[in-house]
């Protein structure tokens, strides 16, 4: 039963980083490197992405 819990974490806290990371304002490329990480490596992926991925929500602000 705790595996299915722990899915359950992984799989919303990787859903979460993708809307991240498509809300961000880098390259199409970037995002679609970040992404393709998170899917392969889904629990180290998002670890990654967690300390090193793009940040920000695609707007400049003045």
Known sequence: M????IGLLV???NIYAIVKIWTSGVSLGAKLLW???ILVLPVVGFIIWFF??????GHATV
């Open 2 to 5: 705790e595996y299915g819990i």
């Open 11 to 13: 799989l919303v806290l």
């Open 35 to 37: 992404t393709l990480l």
């Open 52 to 57: 090193a991925g793009p940040r920000g929500s």
